[in-house]
């Protein structure tokens, strides 16, 4: 079963405008991590943001935050004030209580002036 | 401090010939990891280690072979390789006392004819 389902394959957004990227999770496990990465085209992974399942507020990191919405099992990446530089792939990963890393199958978001 | 490296980063290779994709980490992380990422879609973990003589499957370990003899090096066997070989490969390590911060190398990218 897919445990990640990112259901975007590409999203536009203008210049200085807030986008939402959609991130829905399979587990059984009370105890796992939420991460979104980006990767430019240079190929790079860089990490973003991270929530863990106990964490009580949504997590922030300057202009992202993570929408972590338990019960519904999302954790949509929220990014404010868009730049041409966030044009890129955003990948949504969760972990269990093991080390494994599971990745979605990202967005390409695309920032146009 | 380099972080994670990893070599070649370009490599092309023969259907049945083998290699080994070389990573390192100088931060004293006890977790490593590999993935690979195929066209237009995300990371899948091959086989990750939690400590140096501890290895374990990932989703797709099939035709690779891993071991940790140290805490630095974690390389990736292509016993023979096959064109559904041909991606994108990521090492990654992180410690043991932080929950999400996952450091990625440069990737190398293999091409199997």
Redesign the interface.
């Known amino acids: 079963a897919q445990k990640?389902t990112q259901t975007q394959p590409g999203m536009f957004v203008q210049e200085k405008e807030a986008v939402t990227l959609d991130c829905t999770y399979d587990t059984s496990d009370p105890s796992y991590?939420l991460?979104w990465y980006k990767q430019p085209s240079s190929?790079?992974?860089i990490?973003l943001i991270?929530q863990?399942s106990y964490d009580q507020q949504n997590a922030t990191e300057g202009r992202y935050s993570l929408n972590f919405q338990k019960a519904r099992k999302s954790a949509n990446l929220v990014i404010s004030a868009s730049q041409l530089g966030d044009s890129a792939m955003y990948?949504c990963?969760m972990r269990e209580s093991?080390?494994?890393?599971?990745?979605?199958?990202?967005t390409r978001l695309q920032v146009f002036p | 401090n380099a972080g994670v490296t990893q070599t070649p980063k370009f490599q092309v290779l023969k259907t049945g010939q083998s290699m080994t994709l070389q990573c390192a980490q100088d931060m004293n992380h006890e977790y490593m990891s590999w993935y690979r990422q195929d066209p237009g879609m995300g990371l899948r973990l091959i086989h990750y280690s939690v400590g140096a003589g501890i290895t374990d499957q990932g989703e797709v370990p099939n035709g690779y072979n891993v071991s940790r003899s140290t805490t630095e090096d974690f390389p990736l066997r292509l016993l023979s390789a096959a064109p559904s070989q041909t991606s994108v490969y990521f090492c990654a390590s992180r410690s043991s006392e932080s929950s999400y911060e996952q450091y990625f190398g440069p990737g190398t990218r293999l091409t199997v004819t």
């Open positions: 990640i991590g991460f190929g790079e992974m990490f991270y863990g990948f990963a093991t080390d494994k890393l599971i990745f979605g199958t990202g």
